[in-house]
């Protein structure tokens, strides 16, 4: 059996799927998938648990596979989570440095990113991430290391992502009655990130498109930073229902004729497409050209929303290594073609960059946010070992929630 002290676990709870994937962290910078698991989500919505025990079974069914393909028992796991009610902002901090020599040393930075996470939220959400973006040295920017600099003034950007409190406690409480250990969370577009994403991405400027079954997830960097995340409560399931509606189909018809024959491309060529009746009913034929430009509807509208979402931030003109695309919707036919054609950058269609492993991991933009948030358990897990550094990139997150949690549900 594997080391179980090598063993990261990464749980997504999603609307079309739950899946497990099982991490061997070799060394620091060496990551192997182990093991996967995967069943199909029940009692999930829009990215969110609407029903705790048909989806505590989906968590029960794609844990025991990821045992059995690991030859692991697995007790502990990082989990993702989403939801129409996550929100972000960015907010600054300052303070005067008030050494006699004027140097900035570790207490001045553990000062102002207080400052900065010290934000107002509604009554009812809670922060899930504050996320350190850059230093400021009596005006000076993009300063990622201010200790022994000398200044006057230092100020701090983190990005804060939080969401209502309860929805994010359903998560909790229902991987708890699995039974699980909950370690951590991470924002489903965080953690794709984290798989999708090279260093020089981030530099660069990139912007993280996750297409789920109920849910899109955006992250956007510039200069090595987070600077936007948000999410829209629009998936497949929308799509698949869009094609249900507009060709009378049952939504399990409308969800194959998505996947045999459906592209995001529109127009294409006239085809008639023929669909095998049941029950003695009499063949039915379907028009291709309809089929698509259905899907190029809801698709389109999804990625002008995200497009205007950067726009107004002002964050689109920097996004130079382009628009990553992952989830199950990356499978679409067309998408690379659309979303170029929406957002005048270059597309990838993503999937995992940073483990080894089984190529059916590591090809499959399904299972990019697990991945992911194995690579934010290395991180989380290192921080907790050691003092709160500069290199400190994925900031507090949920501890405090995940306590009251672990007392309240036990």
Not at 44 to 49: D, H, L, S
Not at 132 to 142: A, E
Not at 382 to 387: A, E, L, S, Y
Request: aromatic residues 4%; charged residues 20%; hydrophobic residues 40%.
């Amino acid at each position: 059996m594997t080391n179980t002290e090598q063993i990261i676990v990464g749980l997504e709870v999603g609307t079309s799927k739950t899946c497990a994937v099982v991490g061997e962290v070799l060394d620091a910078d060496n990551l192997q998938v182990i093991g996967l698991g995967q069943a199909a989500s029940r009692g999930v919505r829009k990215g969110e648990i609407v029903d705790m025990e048909a989806a505590g079974q989906s968590i029960h069914d794609a844990i025991a596979e990821a045992e059995d393909s690991a030859s692991v028992e697995i007790h502990n796991v990082y989990a993702s989570v989403t939801g129409g009610h996550v929100r972000c902002f960015n907010n600054r901090g300052s303070v005067v440095v008030a050494n006699d020599d004027g140097e900035i040393t570790d207490e001045e930075v553990r000062s102002v990113l207080r400052n900065a996470k010290a934000v107002n939220i509604p009554h009812d959400h809670v922060i899930i991430h504050s996320i350190r973006q850059h230093f400021f040295v009596d005006g000076h920017d993009g300063i990622q290391n201010p200790i022994g600099m000398m200044g006057a003034r230092l100020d701090a950007d983190v990005h804060i992502i939080h969401g209502i409190r309860t929805r994010l406690q359903n998560t909790i409480r229902c991987i708890k009655e699995v039974p699980l250990d909950l370690a951590n969370i991470a924002v489903s577009s965080f953690a794709s990130s984290l798989a999708v994403l090279t260093t020089e991405d981030q530099q660069h400027g990139a912007l993280v498109l996750d297409m789920g079954g109920g849910t899109t997830d955006y992250i956007a960097f510039t200069n090595g930073a987070i600077r936007h995340s948000g999410v829209l409560a629009v998936g497949g399931d929308h799509i698949t229902n869009d094609i249900a509606v507009g060709l009378r189909l049952p939504i399990p018809r409308a969800e194959k004729i998505k996947i045999d024959h459906g592209s995001v491309q529109w127009p294409v060529d006239e085809e008639i497409i023929t669909l095998k009746a049941d029950l003695g009913l009499p063949d039915r034929q379907i028009s291709r050209e309809q089929l698509c430009h259905i899907m190029n509807l809801r698709v389109e509208e999804t990625l002008t929303l995200v497009k205007q979402e950067l726009e107004k931030a002002g964050f689109l003109p920097y996004l130079r290594a382009g628009v990553f695309i992952t989830g199950g919707c990356a499978r679409l036919r067309g998408l690379q073609a659309l979303a170029e054609e929406i957002f005048g950058l270059p597309v990838h269609i993503s999937h995992s960059q940073i483990v080894s492993g089984p190529t059916s991991a590591i090809e499959s933009p399904e299972y990019s946010t697990a991945i992911g948030l194995i690579r934010f358990a290395i991180g989380n897990q290192r921080d907790q070992h050691q003092p709160p550094s500069i290199g400190h990139k994925i900031g507090q997150t949920f501890h405090s929630l995940l306590q009251r949690a672990r007392s309240l549900f036990m």
